[in-house]
């Protein structure tokens, strides 16, 4: 017989299945904006739950705006807001049995490709010259921890750099749009670019664009990052074909 905790446990991860299972069909189209979601009580039969792990399933997709709940009225679809989009990322990235969904991975890393490069080009051109010293002294450091074998320490500080980078754009709405979606270039990083590029070239490519920086060539700078992005995602649909 499971106990108190044990059971909770296994409510919520029943919960996020069911709330994973919904928000694959929203993000496939087979329940279209507008839908009306059958009923909590219809829901919790189909999928074998109570109705509370159906109900904490359904807010946890309302909190991210994937769904409106309309009391008295029902369940209805909403357009997919970033934001929900960032939360659910796994979700969208693979299929139930665990393949990966192709078109929606070319198409953040294309996405990822447009807003880097765009940042990268501002950045080389409005940086200041204390911005460029930090810069270069992130990037030695991590070559450092990258030679002493600190990778905890060194994604840690890979963050800090591609903050530096967004700072030194001087644009408000690039450092926005970087606190919204900045977990999302992370997850790319972290399961994207280091099993297909390698720790060596991420830091080449970082060294050669400091560089860059100080010459304020941003042609120079989008020519490296756009080369180095576009190898990364010509090589995980290879992959993935």
Known sequence: MLGPLREADTAMTRSREIAAKLTRKIASGEFAVGTRLSTERDLAQQFGVTRPVVREALKRL???GL???RRGSGI???????MGGIEMFDVFLTAEDGTINL???SDALIFREHMVRAIVRLAATEHTD?????????VARRRALRDAGNLSEMEMLNNRIF?????ATHN???????NSMGSLFIRLRDHIDVPFAGLEQAQLILERLVEAFGYRDAEMADLLIGRYLAMVRRAVMQQQQ
């Open 163 to 167: 903050q530096a980078v967004v700072a």
């Open 67 to 69: 769904i409106l709940i």
């Open 130 to 138: 204390a911005q460029l010293a930090e810069m270069t002294e992130l």
């Open 103 to 105: 078109k929606f991975l």
């Open 62 to 64: 309302e909190a991210i």
């Open 76 to 82: 209805y679809v909403r357009p997919i807001q970033l």
């Open 172 to 178: 408000q709405i690039y450092q926005l749009v970087y």
